[in-house]
């Protein structure tokens, strides 16, 4: 074809035609294009929620006359919360110790039962308590009133979170909480002409490439916020022409259809501020706690300036890691921020100057107590399933006391090192112990193993053990419980031989394989023999055992063995503490729990798992029992640990050893509360150690840490107290009458062996005798 003929063929209509439906249809796409931008811009935004972690809360401290509370741990909360130590208290989140005398400005905080306001206390301590608590208050005229408080409840310390698929962590806020100065900082440095453009700025971009090439380094960026905020809501971090133009389109829309306000709320909220493990640091709120463990409204002009200073790149100007790069960026934002007229120069002077005032690096968070938080997240799966824990912002509160879990965390391992007998390839001994409210069955403290923070196998809820004579107060409960038997009732323990239920023949005996022949229920009891315990159990019955097993809260079926009168019943750590605790809460069962409430994370209450208690045994019945369980300390087997526990007690308490010494138990329980120990090998070996060598010693070395309260039981109005021989016998002599003790007994349910010598008169005289000594 000629040039002519192409020449024509191109003026041809129909070549017109192709290609003005070329055009078309290129323009249609691109039209569609931007309304699908459009439209996705408008959809995505206006509906924009993240995918927020469930925070999970320790217990709070609770400030009120007698609490059992030291200025030293008084002060350690407040650190941890964050609070500054100052010399006179201006604000919130400060507070001044001085010698026994704290005043503190607290936060306040919205707790799931309601919101605890701040407020300006003095709390003044006495000998290891608190020996009072005021707030002052200032009138309009000047003047200051001072006023007692009941209580002052700290907010409580946030000590993990179980986060998102996406590692994403925030603590998204409104625009009006976040301070002026930051909001300042951020456009003098990223964005100067933010209220004047529609989300594209060349003069930005061209002024932004100037500063640079004269400054010979990147200080300021060519985006705007708002593309910014497009990036990182919308698009991958790709570098391709076709992506800028997209963010360009995409902040045009955005623009189009939302307020600047709600553009720079969304910013503050989404930036990426920092790493911490798996957990990414975004928006300012949380970077705030994360850089300073304050909240954002507490932090000075250059922390927020340091803050502001990160969104061009967090890790690059990491404070911890690289000081100077951070010390430099924040005195450029400074710098701009003046320049542009947002500080004085005396402002920018004092804030340029001041130190880097970063907080040490927090502890990972996502692996803060790893033993507790397994507890808490069964609690919480049978009523919430893990997308709704990892994405929907929850607020877990929890029975955790910190004092009470980081002074077991810091004496057990020491404790279990003091007792341990090494194996023969070096393994270590191993170790669980559960502490709970003894009122409540508030988990206040659990470790699964004897290192503190230890993330693996969970012993305190997994390691089922046989728990040897820990059964006993479950016999002897049972027996009380029948109104047969009492404190003075003479049990035999004397060599037996029983068949079992499979034909074989069975002889037990006890630990030191001696006999006491006679010997008082109570003192069978309290020396663990297991001789007279299987005389009870037999006559009371093993069904009848098994049933109070059920009652104390054992939830495992026990197959009906003689076995189980000397401890062949399996149970872990935790279902230990859950029997004793409804012994020291005399005679009410409740659940033990890991979770008080939960609510959403504007503080709306979803559930409340309050506190549940069934009365599963009389009172007077669980008041006997704990007379021979606090004589365990006195002169049974854990008289051992008396000197160490002297300003404690008196005390509950049990010891336990299985066959071959493989498992050490010791369970017992003061005022405010009951702890449980296991020692042993994960492989079931031979510890060597008794309960009272082993799980004891380790029991008495954290409670004494812990100033476990001594127990101070009433006693029920039907009980009275009645001299006994010391010596038991089924038939007592005169001689055997004038050396008595006093026991506690039902009201008209006095043994025989003390009518006898009541009779003989031998008792009486002494009663009397005793009458008129007391009298004036």
């Known amino acids: 074809m000629t040039d002519h003929e192409v020449k024509q063929e191109r003026q041809s209509p129909v070549w017109r035609r192709r290609l003005i439906w070329s055009l078309g249809l290129g323009l249609a796409i691109l039209v569609a294009w931007l309304m699908w931008i459009d439209y996705q ?56 110790l001085q010698g026994g005398q704290l005043q503190v400005q607290t936060r306040g905080f919205q707790f799931w039962d309601g919101t605890e306001p701040s407020v300006l206390a003095t709390i003044e301590f006495g000998d290891n308590q608190i020996a ?62 933010f209220y004047q453009h529609w989300g594209v700025d060349p003069k930005g971009i061209l002024r932004a490439f100037w500063v640079n090439l004269r400054r010979g380094e990147v200080v300021q960026g060519g985006s705007t916020l708002t593309q910014q905020l497009v990036k990182n809501l919308y698009l991958t971090q790709d570098r391709t022409l076709r992506r800028k133009v997209e963010e360009a389109f995409m902040a045009l829309a955005l623009e189009l259809h939302f307020s600047k306000d709600e553009i720079l709320a969304a910013y503050l909220n989404e930036v990426f501020l920092g790493q911490d493990g798996s957990r990414a640091i975004h928006g300012f709120t949380l970077a705030a706690q994360y850089y300073f463990s304050r909240p954002l409204t507490e932090l000075s002009l250059a922390e927020l300036a340091l803050l502001a200073g990160l969104p061009r790149g967090a890790s690059f100007y990491n404070p911890r890691r690289n000081p100077e790069r951070a010390l430099n960026r924040r005195n450029t934002v400074l710098r701009n921020m003046a320049a542009q007229g947002y500080i004085s120069e005396a402002e920018y002077d004092r804030a340029s100057s001041a130190q880097l005032s970063t907080s040490l690096r ?12 397994e507890l808490v997240r069964s609690d919480l799966a049978r009523d919430y399933d893990a997308d709704a824990l990892r994405s929907e912002g929850l607020r877990i509160f929890t029975t955790l006391d910190l004092r009470v879990q980081q002074t077991m965390d810091t004496a057990l391992e020491p404790a279990v090192a003091a007792v341990e007998m090494v194996a ?36 305190a809820l997994n390691a089922v053990r046989p728990i040897g004579s820990l059964i006993k107060p479950a016999i002897y409960l049972a027996a009380l419980e029948s109104g047969d038997d009492t404190l003075a009732t003479v049990l035999s323990d004397r060599p037996v031989e029983l068949v079992t239920e499979d034909g074989q023949r069975w002889s037990p005996g006890n630990f030191d394989d001696q006999t006491a022949g006679d010997v008082y229920f109570h003192d069978a009891l309290a020396r663990s023999l297991n001789l007279a315990t299987v005389d009870l159990g037999t006559r009371i019955g093993i069904d009848t055992v098994i049933n109070m097993l059920d009652d104390l809260g054992h939830s495992r079926p026990v197959p009906e063995y003689l076995s189980v009168l000397l401890g062949a019943v399996d149970m872990a750590p935790l279902e230990v503490a859950r029997f004793y605790q409804t012994l020291a809460s005399s005679g009410f069962y409740s659940p033990l729990r890991s979770v008080e409430a939960v609510t959403t994370g504007e503080g709306e209450r979803l559930q409340r798992y309050g506190f549940e208690t069934k009365q599963v045994a009389d009172p007077a019945s669980v008041f006997l029992l704990e007379q021979a369980l606090q004589d365990v300390f006195v002169r049974g087997t854990a008289r051992s640990a008396a000197e160490t526990l002297a300003d404690n007690l008196p005390l509950a308490g049990k010891t336990g050893t299985t066959n071959d010494y493989r498992d050490s138990w010791f369970a017992g329980y003061g005022d405010d509360l009951t702890g449980v120990v296991w020692l042993g090998y994960d492989d079931n070996r031979n510890t060597g150690l008794t309960g009272a060598t082993g799980a004891l010693r380790v029991w008495a070395a954290v409670m004494q840490q812990l100033a476990i309260q001594p127990r101070q039981t009433r006693a029920p109005d039907a009980i009275v107290w009645e001299e006994v021989p010391i010596r038991a016998s089924l038939s007592p002599t005169t001689e055997d009458c004038q050396a008595t003790r006093l026991l506690p007994f039902r009201e008209g349910q006095l043994p025989a062996a003390v009518t006898e010598c009541l009779q003989n008169g031998t008792l009486l005289d002494r009663v009397i005798d005793r009458f008129r000594s007391l009298s004036p």
């Open 41 to 96: 811009v408008r959809r995505d935004f206006a509906a924009l929620q993240w995918a927020l972690p469930a925070r999970i809360y320790a217990r709070p401290a609770e400030l009120y006359t007698g609490a059992p509370l030291n200025a030293a741990v008084v002060n350690d909360y407040l650190q941890q919360l964050g609070y500054r130590q100052v010399d006179a208290v201006a604000g919130s989140g400060e507070f001044r």
């Open 132 to 193: 009072s608590v005021s707030a002052d208050a200032i009138a309009g005229n000047g003047d200051v009133t001072t006023r007692s408080l009941p209580l002052v409840r700290l907010e409580p310390v946030e000590i993990t979170q179980i986060n998102p698929a996406t590692g994403e962590d925030r603590l998204p806020v409104s625009l009006d909480q976040v301070p002026e100065a930051l909001i300042n900082a951020i456009i003098a440095v990223e964005d100067q002409r």
């Open 362 to 373: 927090p502890a990972r968070r996502n692996r803060a107590y790893p033993a507790f938080m």
């Open 424 to 459: 023969d390839d070096g393994t270590p001994l191993q170790a669980a112990m559960v502490i709970s409210d003894s009122n409540t069955g508030e988990i206040r403290a659990l470790a699964g193993s004897r290192r503190p923070g230890a993330v693996g196998f969970n012993r």
